[in-house]
């Protein structure tokens, strides 16, 4: 399972980067906000500083809801640099676009999946990963984790070549249960990340061998 990070924070990817486990990086147009990155050039300018800082696939969001719209701003995106990869939002437009940057050599990420038929729709139309929000579906009651090992099922029987890319992670555990259900990729902040890093045991057992090395 590959590790992207969540964020348009610039300290954060450099710290995941460096940390080793980075695979590739995530933004969406709230997290751009966040940050303070504002106007047409300083977002494209962020996300071709963050394409220089990881060597991986990073997610450029269109903010764009109509084909046509999505088709102009989408290839302005995927013009930044060659890892960049289109986020479009599972709307009947964006799965229209998805289908067309498949036919035209744009890989995409469908965006704001919260069910298996979204997923499957945007599969068929060629999109290189779905995002399923599983933190999302946990806060509105139902177990977002049950989404990817449905997913990880239909895509495996299907063989579809779509990559579940599972997001909205708000916990070490989340990431520990992709693992587990077959997501292919996990998108996290940073502190989960750093949080699979905690077990108490390792630090009174490191404290203990510390003690015996002085003693
Ligand atoms: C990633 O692609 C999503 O935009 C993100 O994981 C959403 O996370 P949130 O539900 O914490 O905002």
Sequence with gaps: MKFFIDTANLAQIKEAHEFGVLDGVTTNPS???????????NILQHYKTICELVDGDISAEVVSTTFDEIIKEGKELAALHPN??????????GVKAIKWFTDNGIRTNCTLIFSAGQAILAAKAGAAYVSPFIG???DSGWDGTELIGQLSHIFNVQGYHTQILAASIRSPLHIIKCAELGAHVVTSPLEPILGLL????????????????KG
Excluded: N, Q, S, Y
């Design 198 to 213: 905690k077990h108490p045991l390792t630090d009174l057992g490191l404290a203990k061998f510390l003690a015996d090395a």
């Design 31 to 41: 997290l751009m906000h966040k940050e303070g990155i504002k106007g047409h050039e």
């Design 136 to 138: 999302r579906i946990d």
């Design 84 to 93: 960049i990869v289109v986020k479009v939002p599972m709307i009947k437009d």
